[in-house]
């Protein structure tokens, strides 16, 4: 019985079973068996004239549920445990008289450009078209149901749809492994409950904005403390991040696929797949994948949040970008370059001395290049870069893939031991060594970087790998099923 009280809230296409009209049974007349008898006595519905329900927010009292009259909902008294007390799937609803259980029908909301101060639910099964930029200001709170699609309307620079949590807002995109969060573009025809688009590949990108997370954690920007995310506009104050809290919360994201995304916001200049600006240690971002973008897969920009399970395929440019004194730590990733992509790793540092010391650690990892990209390069370590890339598996780069220290500055940093590349493995095309991979472009090196990245770090037949990202945690995602990796 408690399916059927629950299954009022869904938008669905059932029957009940109810009561005639007094104890007794006592109707002068008679219905059809394959009708619905109502209190009042009538027949309100033949059971093969299913239709869906035209109220699917309509609520009832404890003891009755909704039944279709007319083409319209009613509430009626439920007269018996029917189907032996049967029950369904959440997202399902009992059909009480052929006691089948039958997929609920989804609902597709438009969600309009604007900035949201009050709290928002996006419910499992359902669609949520984004209609420009639309931004959860601060105070506010996003929750995103498991199995929830956000499809991105097309538009680019100010009409660009994205999807901005700002400094003091919080999203909670609870997904799991069977119902993930799904943010893709309008085009994508794919319906709730796929993993697969019917439509679009790896190739389709720049459909999209992305999504965007701005947090009040130390930053390093050219301004000082404080930066303004690409795309923003100079009078919409959402768009600031940055600030003193490094432990700063701005929520969970867990099982989340960013696909299609990367459309233009000024010359030059696409969003990322995921960019997290600012954002602290307190936020939860686990489990994320993000496919096909035209820019980064994901970026930082600053901030102290760490990331677990994270996947990026087809990127058009970068597929992890640090930038600005980022200072968290991503644990278990994978990189699958497309023959676009360029590279895997692109890093800089901090751009002030406000925070300057932000040094992120990159660990037990799989960097997959593609022998047919034009660039794909292994690691860009530029401006003032910093940090530590170990214990990841580096395979199918073309033989002019390489790891650079791009300046001065950067070598200088290499010297003095903020760049760190160890535990590292390597598949290398024949007769490629990683004196080779290793390039050093400064005009006055500090430290021999071919003797270092050859003694700290070790080249491997195919399939012998002894490092890499435990590849099984990635098995709801779109990459796997696409045998991506």
Not at 256 to 282: D, K, M, W
Request: charged residues 15%.
């Amino acid at each position: 019985m408690t399916n059927i009280l629950k299954s009022f809230l869904l938008l669905a296409s059932f029957t009940l079973i109810v009561s005639s009209c007094d104890s007794d049974n006592s109707c002068d007349n008679v219905c059809p068996a394959s009708s619905i008898q109502l209190l009042d006595c009538s027949c309100a519905l033949d059971a093969n004239d299913i239709v869906p329900h035209p109220c699917p927010t309509m609520t009832c009292a404890d003891g009755q549920a909704l039944a279709v009259m007319g083409g319209s909902c009613t509430c009626v008294q439920i007269a018996m445990d029917v189907c032996g007390g049967k029950s369904c799937a959440d997202d399902e609803v009992l059909d009480a008289i052929s006691c089948e259980c039958v997929k609920t029908a989804s609902v597709t909301e438009t969600i309009n450009a604007g900035i949201y101060t009050e709290d928002i639910t996006m419910t499992t099964g359902n669609t949520y078209i984004l209609n420009g930029r639309v931004i959860i200001g601060a105070g506010a709170t996003l929750t995103i149901q498991s199995g929830v699609f956000i499809k991105g309307s097309e538009g680019q620079e100010a009409n660009a749809s994205a999807l901005l949590i700002a400094r003091g807002a919080t999203i909670m995109a609870m997904g799991t492994s069977d119902e993930p969060i799904i943010m893709t573009s309008i085009a994508d025809n794919i319906q709730p409950g796929d993993i697969n688009s019917p439509n679009l590949t790896i190739d389709d990108n720049g459909l999209w904005g992305g999504l965007i997370i701005l947090g009040n954690s130390p930053v390093s920007t050219k301004a000082g403390a404080e930066g303004r995310i690409e795309g923003v506009p100079a009078d919409i104050a959402e768009g600031l991040y940055g600030g003193s809290d490094e432990m700063d919360n701005s929520g969970v994201i867990r099982y989340g696929s960013v696909r299609h995304g990367g459309t233009l916001i000024g010359e030059g200049n696409e969003i990322n797949g995921i960019t997290l600006g600012g954002v602290g240690a307190g936020t939860i971002i686990e489990n994320v994948e993000v496919i096909a973008n035209v820019d980064d897969g994901i970026e930082f920009f600053g901030g102290s949040v760490n990331v677990k399970n994270a996947i990026v395929w087809a990127q058009g440019d970068d597929a992890f970008d640090i930038d600005q004194s980022f200072s968290g730590t991503v644990d278990n990733y994978v990189t699958v370059a497309g023959a676009g992509s360029d590279h895997s790793f692109e890093i800089d540092g901090p751009e002030s001395d406000a925070n300057p010391d932000g040094r992120f650690t990159m660990m037990n990892g799989t960097a997959i290049g593609s022998l047919d990209a034009a660039k794909g390069e292994m690691q860009d370590w530029r401006s003032n870069a910093q940090g530590t890339i170990m214990n990841t598996y580096f395979f199918n780069y073309n033989s002019s893939a390489d790891i650079e220290l791009d300046n001065d500055e950067v070598s200088t940093n290499f010297g003095d031991g903020k760049i760190v590349i160890s535990g590292c493995e390597f598949t290398l095309t024949s007769g490629t060594t990683l004196a080779d991979v290793a390039a050093d472009k400064a005009t006055t090196p500090q430290g021999d970087f071919d003797f270092y990245l050859t003694d700290n770090n070790a080249t491997v037949a195919a399939g012998a790998a002894t490092v890499g990202a435990d590849l099984s945690v990635f098995d709801w995602t779109y990459t796997k099923a696409n045998n991506g990796i």
